[in-house]
């Protein structure tokens, strides 16, 4: 009797069966398609990030820094510049008896530079009178 009712609902069976893998490829499709999306956006965020590295590097392998950071040698009067040394791509400056508004004028200079600071040490002397010592590499 059992196989008799299953002969007769053969064809609903199949029909079930059938849906249910339809339904089954459906939900997977759904499932690869927001995958896939969600894989798009992280490879586009990385190849932004890649070209931001790139240019950086093209910026940093400039001969512009290098000038730019020379004038930080001109910037305050020499006798105020008590060391400035530059090897290859390092930088390692100190300046003394800076007043308030020259220092204000390197630290903006050496900020709007794109260069990685390492050490940056500003003491207070007296009253206007200031000391910096800074390293910093591109």
């Given at each position: 009797?059992?196989?008799?009712?299953?002969?007769?609902?053969?064809?609903e069976?199949?029909?079930?069966?059938?849906?249910?893998?339809?339904?089954?490829?459906?939900?997977?499709?759904?499932?690869?398609?927001?995958?896939?999306?969600?894989?798009?956006?992280?490879?586009?965020?990385?190849?932004?990030?890649i070209?931001?590295?790139?240019?950086?590097?093209?910026?940093?392998?400039?001969?512009?820094?290098?000038?730019?950071?020379?004038?930080?040698?001109?910037?305050?009067?020499?006798?105020?510049?008590?060391?400035?040394?530059?090897?290859?791509?390092?930088?390692?400056?100190?300046?003394?008896?800076?007043?308030?508004?020259?220092?204000?004028?390197?630290?903006?200079?050496?900020?709007?530079?794109?260069?990685?600071?390492?050490?940056?040490?500003?003491?207070?002397?007296?009253?206007?009178?200031?000391?910096?010592?800074?390293?910093?590499?591109?």
């Amino acid at each position: 009797m059992n196989l008799m009712t299953l002969q007769r609902y053969k064809n609903e069976l199949i029909l079930l069966l059938t849906f249910l893998f339809l339904l089954a490829t459906f939900v997977y499709k759904l499932t690869i398609v927001t995958y896939v999306k969600e894989n798009q956006i992280k490879i586009n965020k990385e190849i932004e990030e890649i070209h931001t590295i790139v240019n950086l590097k093209k910026q940093w392998a400039g001969k512009d820094i290098s000038k730019k950071l020379t004038a930080l040698k001109t910037i305050v009067s020499s006798s105020k510049v008590k060391s400035f040394k530059k090897r290859s791509k390092k930088l390692s400056i100190v300046y003394e008896r800076l007043t308030s508004n020259e220092l204000n004028k390197v630290t903006n200079k050496l900020l709007n530079i794109a260069v990685q600071i390492n050490h940056l040490k500003i003491t207070k002397k007296s009253k206007n009178n200031y000391r910096m010592e800074c390293t910093c590499k591109w």
